[in-house]
Every structure is written in C-alpha cells, then in structure tokens.
C-alpha cells in the first residue's frame, strides 16, 4: 500500500488531518459501544443453551437461598441505575462528537490546523489555545452537568431497604444497587419499593396493603393491593401473637421452606399488564398480576409492613422500561443561526478564494494559488468568532438563573421557585404560537367537590357550601331520607358502598381517585356514614352506618375502572346466596348497560351539569341470584388464574355481570379552576397565542369548562367537529367552519374550535383532514379536545409542528399522562401539582401554578427572545466590522497574503468586547414585567420573529460593513501615506502600524458604542462595570503589547506613540461618533419629540413601545385601552395608539 500511494509531500497540515481523522473514528467507535451498551442493559439475562434469549426468570427460594433460572450474567449492582451521558472513557470523545455538530466548530478546528502550517508564518498558538480552550469549557460544562446526574444516581443507588439474610435469619441494611432478584426485602410504610416487587405478606391478615403511585402514573390517591392467595394460607394466624421484629422473619424462613417458585414473564414497559405465575412446592401454578406487585417507586402508604420477594430489577422494572431520556431540543433561533454561520462561513470561502484567483493577475504576488488560499483562509478567521456558542450558553445560563429568582413565581405555600431545566429553548418562550394545556390538576385544583345530583325524578341540590354554611343540598337529601324516600336512600348507600376508599386511623378517607372520595363524604353528609372497612378471608366487609342502623355489607369482588371501561363495580354477596352488584361509570357507557332508557328527569339533569362544567357519574344497581352469582364465581375464578390473555378474559367476564342494570341516580362533581386560570388564558389570547385545551371529560363539560376560564367567548363561533363518521366527514365539517364568517359583538369574537377523540382519530389519519384543522386552527384563538388519550395529546402537537414547521409549540401538564405532550412540543412545561414529578421531570421548565405561564412566556419569554436575538445579531457585527478591515486591506495590499493587524491585537478582540456584550443584553429591559403583562400585545415580536430573521441579519451585516469600512480607511488613509503603507518590509511600530493600531482602536470604539445605542437600558449597574471595565483593561494591555510582552513585534512602540499624538487620539474618539452619529440624531429627535426611538435592533414594534412608553407615565395603568398594534413585516410600523402617533 505503502508503494502505492501518490508521492506527495506530507506536511505537517495533512498529519494533522490524518491524526484528527483517526481520533473522530475513534470517538465514533466509542459513542457507538457506549450507546449499545446503554440498550443492551434492557435484558440482562444469560442465553439459553439454543443461544435464543430466555422467555421467563424463574425464582425458585429454597432453604439455601434463591435460584434465578437462567443465571443472571452479571450480579454486580443489578438494581443499579445510571442516567449519565458519558463515563470516564467516553466522556472527551463523545462531549468532542457533540461539539462537531456545529458546523462552526469543524471550521474553527480546522483554522487552527491550517494556522500550524510552517509556510503560512501565521501565529498559530493563540488559535490553537482558543479552539482547544473553547472545546474544552463546553466539555467540562458537559461533565458538570452529568456530574449532577451521577449525584442524584448515586443518592437513588445508596437509598437503604432491610434484606432478608439467609444465614443470620434476619433482615439487614442493604443499598437499592446492590438488591437482586429472589431478595426477600421488608418494607415498612413510608418506604419506597426498590425494585419490582411480589408482596408476599403485610400486616394485615389478609395480605392487604396500599401504595401510592403517582411517581409512576401521576396519580396521588392510593392503590388498594394484596399478596396472592396461593402465598396467603403460609402466614400462620400464631404469628399474630409475636412481636412485628419476629413476624416478617417467620414468615420469610416459611418462604424458604416450602419452596416458592416464581415465573416471570420478559420484561416490558406496559405498567398494567403483569402476567406471571407462582407455585408452592411443586404444586399447580396459579395466575400473579399487577395487583400483586408493588412497582419500584411506589410508597408504602397506610399499611404497617410489607415482605415481598423481589423480582424485576435495575432496567427490568417498569418505571425503568418506561424511562426515557428526553428529547434533546435545540431552539428556532439557533437552528437560524446555525445557517447564519454557514453563510458567513460560505463568504470567507467565498473571499479566501476570490483573493486567491486574483493574486494570478498579479505580478508581484509570486506564491502559489493554495498558500493565498490557506493564508486568507487563516486571516479571516476573526470574522467568525470562536466564542460565539459558548458566550451564546453564558446568556442561557444567565436567563435560567433569571427565571430560578423570579420572586413573581414562587410558590407561596411551598416557598418552591420556578425551575428552568433546559435553558437551551428560553428564547422559544417568546416565539409561542399554539399552548396545548391539560385540564385537570392543571387548569383545576384536582379537588372534587360534591355539587347536585339527580335521584328518580328530583334534582338535588347544590351542595357546595356558601361561604361558611353548607349547600342547602345537604338538608333536602337528608329531609327525603327521614321521609322514607326510598329512591334517595339506595342512592346514598350506594355511594357509600361502591367503592374503595379506606379509613385513616385520624377518620379521613383516602382512595384511587378524588371523586370517591368525594361521594364518600357526601353519603357521610347526609347521615349515611362509611364507618370501617374490615377484611374477612378474601372479602372486605364495608360496614355503614345510616338512621337505620349499621350494616355490614360483604365486597366480595370489585371490579376496578379502567380507560377502556369507564366505570367501576363492587360485587356484594347476600345472605342468600346472591349478590348484588352496584355500578358507577361514565354516561356513554352506562346507559347502554341499564335495562331501560334513563328517565327524562335524568337525561336532563345531565344535560344541564354538564353545561354547568360538572363531572358526571351515573349509578345503576342489579340483584343477581343465587345460581347465577354462583356460575359467575367460577368463571371468575377461571379467568383469574388463565396464564394466557388474562386481562382481556377477566373484562369479559366482568362485562357479564354488569348488564341489565336498574338506573339509580346521577352524581355531579366539581373541580373546582385553580386562582388566575381565567386571567391568564386572557392574556395569553390577547398576545395572539392559541390556546388548546386537552381533556378526558365530555363535550358538553369542557365547553362549558373552556366558558368559565375565558377560553371560549360569549361572542365566539363554535366549531363543533363531534361524533364524526369518517374522515371526509371531519375534512367538511372543518372546511365548512373555516368558510363561515366568525361572530363578533362586543363581548368578543372570532372562532374556537370544538373536537372529541373520535374525531381526532380521524383527523390523525387523514392527510386532507390534517391540513385542514392546522388551517382552522390558525383562523381561530382557542381549542377545547374533548376524550383524548395520552399518545393523542402528542399526536395534536406533532401534526402543528408537521403542518408548519415554524410554528413554536409550548405543552404544558402536571401528570405523567402528560408526559408524551410535553415531550413532544418545543418548550414543555411541567406544573408541580397533585399528580406526581412526572411531568417535572420530563419538562423544560417547571412551575407550580399555571396562573404563572403567563409570567414565563409574557415577561421572560418576550425579554429571552428580544435579548438573545439581539446578542447574536450584535455578537456577529462586532467581529463582521472588524473583518472587513482585512478585506479592504487585502485589495489595497494586491491580495499578497498580509494582515491588516498585529497578530496578537485579533487575539484580544473578542476577550475584550464580549464581557459587557454578555452582561449588558443578558439583562437588558425594553419595559418593566407589570407593562408587559399589561400590554400582552408587545409579545407579538417573537412569533413574528421580527428581531431575528433574514432581512434584520442583513440589515446588521450592512451597519456591520459600514462601521468596519470606514472604522480603517479613515485612520489608515488619514494617518499614512502611500509610500508608508506600500512599505516593505513595514518598520515595527512604524507609521502604518501606528495608523493599524488606531484603526482597530477605532473599531473597538465603535462596537462599544453602538453597544450603548442598541441597549434599552445600557446604565444599570452591571453594565456599566463591564464596560469600564474593558475600556480600562484595553489601555495597558494595548500597551504591554507594544511594550513586547507578545511574540509579534509589529505593534513595538506603536501604542506608545499613538497615544502621544492628538491626531491619533481625536480619530479614536471622532470616528466611532460620525460611525452611529445617525442613530445619535435618531434618539435625540424621538426624546425631544416625546416618541419612542426606534431600537438599533431593527425591531418593528415603535407602536408597542409608544404605549408601554404612555403606561409607564401613566403609573402603569390598565391597557385594556391601549389599542392593537398592527405589524406586517417586522420592519416598519405606522399605528396610532389613543393619540400617540410613531413616525
């Protein structure tokens, strides 16, 4: 090979690429084995002798220990978790990998790989420095914050769970990493599951524990769970009488007795499904489902201890096959400048050759075409700054601790902040188009409050207390009982006994949902008192007492709610021998299961609930005899124990005894809208922001929801695209709705949009149907979506963003079936609510009201955007301005490869000239946070996208051409003459030096005080110290350069003498005046004028900036009255605003 390689020469240059070339491999190489390591930890079993993965994990317990069948392959730390990107040996390389992404950075790698080339003479240590400082900050940003990551994997790892020991017969202190499958653990309440655990025994005689979930699926109330019955003869009523230390022991020596095998299915993220099988002593198998198991995660709650085997670990357990990294997001804006930086990137490619081609029609310039090339290649480097992205993260991370601080965010009750997660997308808060918002826990307080209810033909109520004294509701239901109605009576007894709420030992009721509990206390209200929940054997015993007497009712099955369902059933036996099965569920479902139509009175009772905003429940009863119930029994029991199609055989069977049922009554719940919720979405649809709301309640309940926090107007024209049929069937309901002209009058207007999840399903699948809710989406200011799954909710982001990519979408949620949603948006905002961490863990951003998005979008978001785009636009000017210097000079020096600059004086200039860039933008205000809340229409520059876009690039390119231009022709053709500059060699510290020196100070000059021209507020306190700061700082280093300090010796002397000539020291300060004298005249006129100036930034909002400018005056008053701003290019802007006009 050696020989047959092309005989070129190998320079230091090419070893370098070859070098680079290998070590990107090699990194490749090790992003990819970290990455398939990651994944190959899902199933970490041994193969089987076919060398197929194993099907099931078997846990046999014998007196000597656990047996896993297969072996695990590796023991270490099974049920450790890590959620870090790198490792020791990863880390450099694929933090390096991450980095080359940006195309900015393989350029600037690339310069300082040129600059080493001996023939250039170029100065390559402070590039070479610079590039591997740059990438070596942004690695070790990296680093520290997977550092955090470690620490909260190693606090989750170290966490201390009591582990059976086989040889000392008692159970010890044992790290969460180091549990393993077949560990027999003991819990005690409070505590948190390790890992996925079969519950074998608990305090209770009967097996009975409960766990709180909502680390799992965002659900705050407690599970009601029990160990499998097979397990449950092993606990031996003469453990009663030992102490609670020598209980769990027995029962876990027992355990290890009788041989207990357990076969577990693969491993899969599905949380509900659990199908797995136990034996004892060789015996028949008997079916172990998600009942039976106490998820990793879940706490403990209400019941003294637990002892459990443990059986899925590490990534095996559910919430780890459910864990997923989120999405990494990068914003719009960057995304833009990204192509920025290409296209400048482009130019200098552009210009380094164009030099290159005409230094041939030249004669003087005798060095070859490539050497022109690469030096112009390395002169220009400067133009492209190599700060930009990390000064571009310093602004984020600036932003972020902005938000954290926020005193208007802060949780009163909690003292808990706002959080900012992921500050890469702060600057898409004030670009939002659409909000996709849950409903309940998020805009509702999640606290259900009994309101009305319907029994035969009477309506009851309102319950809901006035002020201090009850809802007169109360009085007539309980006036009605002690008439012997006997209508009202089995509704109530229903409520108390349909159900499974459990009594605390303090007398409050706690259960798996809100509305239980809700109706529990509402049966207690009117006299018919859940007073103790028993456990008989396999049943529990609901003992209630009424005016009657007591009554112990035997629960002998319940049959739990579920998504596909929509109701819940509790089977009660009678003394006879029968049951009797009461029923509570939607609607929509339970009406085709009563025996009749539901009575009139009842059909509109719902109707008028609904449109009160109330949450409905229908409750129905059925008496099942003797023989019947009897049958149903064995099917039951046969379903329960099936190994294959368990769950789907179980609801078949459940669906068997829940028909025919006789109505009894409807229930109507409030959930109540948390404080501001109204206030907010006003404000949001005033900022011109759509606001979607996604929720599980029926079409009649969201509208009138959507009605009372000021989603819908009074004036609004409905769209209702409900109970469709097909998909061209949703296409012309939505085509029809965007025809029709919108209703206005003067309690507001325009259109909203009405969907159920049918519909949805529909739309999603119908590419027509798409484009056309995106368009009638576009047309309208708010959407409510009625029935929707949680994988719907991601489907409705995704199709705005697929219908328009530029489109900003923010989701926010507080429960773990919002997860998906926010996920899937732009920006995704997780609300510390009731329903778990969730949604906080998987958010960019996290609050604790929703009244406080308003403060986030309309405040940081509209001042994240306007500072960013501004930072960027002038960080690039600044290094374009002095670009252009080498430009000019390169065509009056005949393209011979020289720089118009010391080498050294390129090193300091963005060192010197980014420090109050950063601090002054990074907290610049335009208007105070109360204005902007006032005046919401001054978010309309970010959707726009009016500050930051092709034409405002431009513009700042042009300025930036102007300023650098005349920042170098004016001293170095002032200063110098002909012959001094055509001088070669030039003399160090000579004229044209001195004339260079003061061109860059020139330059320096004018991007300090165009600074000062483009901030809203360049005098704050922080501002001013940065600036004096590198203003004081340029001077001695400018003149330790000239001094010697540096290796280049061109600026000898030079410093020194400038400063000593007026003529010099006048062109310094004169130069950069007459550079921005027409901005100067621009702010003087407009003070002097009384109108707002128009900002160097290229904004087109003058009219906004005149009404906050007029609310500001006046004390900040309602802007109710202000006007709309109109804009329609983001350049220029011509409103009259109630007698301010701009020009």
Not at 624 to 634: G, I, N
Request: contains cysteine.
């Amino acid at each position: 090979q050696a020989s047959a390689t092309p005989p070129f020469h190998i320079g230091p240059a090419r070893v370098a690429y070859q070098h680079c070339k290998r070590v990107w491999r090699c990194g490749r190489r090790m992003v990819s084995s970290s990455i398939s390591t990651k994944f190959s930890r899902r199933h970490s079993w041994a193969a089987a002798e076919d060398g197929q993965p194993a099907t099931f994990l078997k846990i046999r317990l014998k007196r000597d220990g656990a047996v896993l069948t297969p072996e695990r392959v590796s023991k270490q730390h099974a049920n450790g978790i890590r959620t870090t990107r790198f490792t020791a040996l990863t880390w450099l390389p694929k933090s390096l990998y991450l980095q080359f992404r940006r195309a900015a950075n393989i350029y600037f790698v690339s310069i300082a790989i040129v600059s080493t080339i001996p023939f250039l003479e170029a100065k390559w240590q402070p590039k070479v420095l610079t590039v591997v400082m740059i990438l070596v900050a942004q690695a070790l940003k990296d680093l520290y914050e997977d550092c955090k990551r470690r620490s909260d994997d190693q606090v989750e790892n170290t966490r201390l769970v009591r582990r059976f020991d086989r040889e000392t017969e008692s159970f010890e202190e044992a790290q969460w990493c180091d549990i393993d499958s077949g560990d027999l653990l003991l819990l005690e309440k409070g505590d948190a599951f390790p890992a996925d655990t079969m519950v074998c025994a608990s305090a209770d005689s009967t097996g009975t524990f409960y766990v709180a979930t909502k680390s799992i699926d965002g659900e705050t109330n407690l599970k009601e769970k029990f160990a499998p019955q097979a397990v449950g003869d092993l606990v031996d009523p003469k453990d009663d009488d030992k102490d609670e230390e020598g209980r769990p022991a027995a029962i876990a020596l027992r355990l290890f007795d009788i041989g207990l095998t357990i076969s577990l299915e693969t491993p899969h993220p599905s949380i509900m499904d659990m199908n797995c099988s136990l034996s004892v002593n060789k015996g028949v198998p008997s079916g172990v489902s998600n009942s039976n198991f106490g998820l990793r995660g879940c706490t403990l709650r209400n019941t003294k201890w637990v002892l459990g085997v443990a059986c899925y670990v590490g990534d095996d357990s559910k919430v780890r096959m459910n864990s997923f990294p989120p999405p990494s997001k990068n914003s719009e804006l960057e995304r833009f400048l990204n192509n920025c930086v290409l296209i400048i990137l482009a130019f200098l490619l552009a210009c380094s050759f164009y030099f290159a081609v005409a230094s041939r029609f030249v004669d003087e310039v005798t060095l070859p075409f490539y050497q022109i090339f690469l030096k112009y290649l390395v002169i220009l480097y400067p133009v492209l700054p190599m700060t930009l992205y990390i000064t571009f993260e310093i602004v984020h991370l600036i932003i972020g601790v902005q938000i954290e601080v926020d005193p208007l965010m802060k949780d009163e009750a909690t003292g808990t902040n706002a959080q900012a997660r992921n500050t890469s997308v702060v600057e898409e808060l004030g670009q939002v188009d659409f909000v996709f918002s849950d409903k309940t826990g998020t805009l509702t307080a999640n606290e259900m409050r009994f309101a009305y209810c319907c029994v035969g033909s009477a309506t009851l109520g309102p319950f809901l207390p006035d002020g201090s004294l009850p809802g007169p509701g109360y009085e007539q239901a309980k006036a009605a009982i002690r008439s012997g109605n006997d209508d009202v009576r089995a509704f109530f007894d229903a409520l108390a006994v349909c159900h499974t709420v459990k009594i605390d030992q303090d007398g409050t009721y706690q259960g798996e949902s809100p509305d239980e509990v809700a109706l529990v206390e509402a049966a207690r209200s009117v006299g018919i008192e859940l007073e103790a929940r028993e456990t008989a054997g396999s049943s529990v015993i609901h003992r209630v007492r009424s005016p009657w007497g007591v009554e112990d009712n035997e629960v002998t099955h319940v049959l739990g709610f579920t998504s596909d369902r929509k109701r819940m059933s509790v089977v009660c036996a009678t003394k006879d021998g029968g049951a009797v099965v009461t029923t509570k569920g939607a609607d929509s479902v339970m009406e085709g299961l009563c025996s009749g139509p539901l009575p009139s009175e009842a059909v509109r009772a719902l109707g008028e609930f609904s449109r009160q905003g109330l949450r409905t429940l229908l409750v129905a009863r059925r008496r099942v005899a003797p023989l019947d119930f009897a049958a149903w029994r064995a099917r039951w029991d046969q379903a329960s124990s099936a190994m294959e199609d368990r769950t789907a055989k179980i609801e078949a069977v459940a669906a068997a005894i829940e028909e025919s049922l006789t109505f009894t009554g409807v229930t109507a719940l409030e959930d109540r809208l948390q404080d501001r919720v109204p206030s907010t979405i006003a404000m949001l649809r005033e900022a011109g922001i759509r606001v979607w709301v996604l929720t599980g309640d029926k079409v009649e309940t969201a509208v009138e929801i959507a009605k009372s926090c000021q989603l819908i107007d009074s004036g609004m024209r409905l769209v209702e695209v409900v109970n469709a049929t097909s998909s061209k069937d949703c296409t012309r309901m939505l085509r029809e709705g965007l025809e029709g002209p919108p209703e206005k009058n003067k309690s507001g207007g325009g259109r909203g949009i009405v969907l159920d999840g049918s519909s949805v399903s529909y739309i999603l699948e119908d590419k027509k149907a798409r484009t056309a809710l995106y368009e009638l989406a576009v047309a309208s200011s708010s959407c409510v979506c009625c029935r929707l799954s949680p994988l719907q909710k991601r489907e409705l982001v995704e199709l705005v963003r697929q219908e328009n990519p530029t489109a900003i979408t923010l989701a926010i949620g507080d429960g773990a079936n919002d997860v998906p949603m926010i996920q899937g948006a732009h920006v995704g905002i997780g609300v510390r609510g009731k329903e778990g961490s969730a949604a906080v863990q998987a958010c960019d951003m996290a609050v604790s009201e929703f009244s406080f998005l308003g403060n986030m979008v309309l405040c940081h978001g509209r001042k994240s955007y306007r500072r960013i785009a501004t930072f960027l636009c002038f960080f690039i000017y600044k290094s374009v301005a002095l670009g252009w210097s080498y430009i000019v000079y390169a065509h009056a020096m005949l393209f011979s490869g020289e720089g118009a600059y010391p080498q050294w004086l390129d090193v300091i200039w963005n060192p010197l000239t980014s420090c109050a860039v950063v601090l002054i933008l990074a907290s610049d205000i335009d208007v105070p946070d109360k204005v902007a809340l006032q005046s919401p229409h001054l978010y309309a520059p970010g959707p726009e996208r009016s500050l930051f876009n092709p034409r405002s690039f431009a513009r700042w390119m042009v300025v930036a051409t102007i300023h650098g231009i005349l920042s170098w022709c004016v001293p170095v053709y002032w200063l110098t003459t002909e012959p001094e500059r055509l001088e070669r060699p030039l003399t160090e510290g000579g004229a044209f030096w001195q004339a260079s020196f003061t061109a860059f100070s020139t330059v320096f000059m004018t991007v300090h005080l165009k600074l000062f021209m483009v901030a809203e507020k360049p005098l704050q306190w922080i501002g001013i110290v940065a600036l004096v700061l590198e203003l004081v700082l340029y001077l001695p280093i400018a003149l330790g350069l000239g001094s010697g300090l540096a290796p280049s010796h061109e600026l000898l002397g030079a410093p020194q003498k400038v400063f000593q000539s007026w003529r010099h020291v006048a062109t310094i300060f004169v130069v950069p005046v007459l550079a921005v004298l027409p901005e100067i005249l621009q702010a003087f006129i407009c003070s002097y004028s009384g109108v707002r100036r128009r900002s160097g930034r290229g904004t087109g909002t003058e009219a906004d900036r005149a009404v906050s400018r007029q609310l500001v005056h006046s004390g900040c008053g309602d802007s109710s009255d202000s006007g709309d701003s109109s804009q329609s290019d983001g350049d220029s802007s011509s409103e009259e605003h109630h007698g301010v006009c701009v020009c």
